[in-house]
């Protein structure tokens, strides 16, 4: 996703590791709002806190997308539900 298509209000979609168990991943709503510390700059919104939009992060514009790429880089069988 190009991150400089991304407007206030966006809602998307993370792919989000255990930062205690890096086996454990899942996909996770969030929200593009106003960087807190930045005014000029958006932040993804993401479990209460702010993040700054870097292409560190695995964001998608759908569910959909998200989990199609869940499915290819963790690579899960289709039928198979996160």
Do not use: W
Request: zero cysteines.
């Amino acid at each position: 996703m190009n991150l400089n298509d991304l407007q206030k209000g966006d809602t998307v979609y993370v792919i989000s590791r255990n930062p205690h168990t890096q086996t454990v991943a899942q996909i996770q709503e969030a929200e593009i709002v106003d960087n807190p510390d930045h005014p000029e700059k958006l932040s993804l919104f993401l479990f209460e806190e702010h993040f700054p939009l870097t292409e560190e992060y695995a964001i998608y514009s759908s569910f959909e997308e998200a989990e199609q790429m869940y499915h290819h880089y963790f690579q899960i069988n289709e039928n198979e539900t996160l």
